[in-house]
């Protein structure tokens, strides 16, 4: 079945440093790639999305690449700030043999300091 | 256009009663999914519906646990006989397509 992989967290960074959270994925069709973002206490939001490869989804100053080859799509940001302390979850949705249900990694949990 | 809504945002019960979670979907969204959230972990599916259909509800409990979207009002995912172990974060998202979802900010329930 389908499944996505993401870094153990914490990560902890100081502010204005660069972030990197890894997402590997394994998927029995072309899926689409998400990333999402909860803050304490709220719901998932949506961050950015890819539905092709080599797709580059961006918001907010965060970046994703569809890599079909590497079967990745890591999550980056130039230089963090105390405000992106979050959970971020890498996700694929992937319809091929009728499947609906998107998969979530575990969350990877950002902690930046000032 | 508002977001996704659900209620109560908290919601304490006694071990055994019934807890009733609501989600109203984006407008225009069909498609809603439940999920349930433990401390610490990851997001777990429950189920997905749209309009007066149960599409795939493998992650949801067979006993005590139901849900419903009716063709007019919010799902309801509804909790029986509520035990210790039901205490967690539940959320709703919706979705126009079954690609990208909206979520709401959730239910957290406690059993007492």
């Known amino acids: 079945g389908d499944s996505v992989t993401q870094m153990e967290g914490p990560v902890t960074l100081s502010e204005e440093a660069f972030l990197t959270i890894n997402c590997t994925y394994t998927?029995?069709?072309?899926?689409?790639l998400f990333w999402y973002v909860q803050y304490p206490g709220e719901g998932l939001q949506l961050l950015l999305k890819?539905?092709?490869?080599?797709d580059k989804g961006s918001n907010k100053g965060f970046e994703a690449t569809y890599r079909k080859e590497t079967t990745s799509f890591h999550l980056e940001k130039g230089s963090v700030q105390v405000s992106d302390s979050a959970v971020y979850f890498c996700?694929?949705?992937?319809?091929?043999?009728?499947?609906?249900?998107?998969?979530f990694g575990r969350g990877t949990s950002l902690i930046v300091h000032p | 256009n508002a977001g996704v809504m659900q209620n109560p945002r908290h919601l304490v019960r006694r071990r055994g009663q019934e807890a009733r979670l609501r989600c109203s979907p984006m407008k225009g969204h069909s498609h809603v999914y439940w999920y349930r959230q433990l401390p610490e972990e990851g997001l777990k599916f429950m189920v997905y519906l749209q309009k007066e259909n149960i599409i795939d509800e493998s992650g949801m409990p067979k006993e005590r646990f139901s849900a419903e979207f009716p063709k007019e009002g919010p799902s309801i995912l509804r909790i029986q006989q509520v035990v210790r172990g039901d205490s967690a974060a539940y959320f709703c998202?919706?979705?126009?397509?079954?690609?990208?979802?909206?979520f709401g900010p959730g239910t957290r329930l406690t059993v007492t």
């Open positions: 998927a029995t069709g072309y899926p689409s």
């Open positions: 890819a539905t092709k490869a080599d």
């Open positions: 996700a694929l949705s992937d319809r091929t043999g009728g499947s609906y249900i998107p998969t």
């Open positions: 998202a919706s979705s126009p397509d079954d690609r990208e979802q909206y």
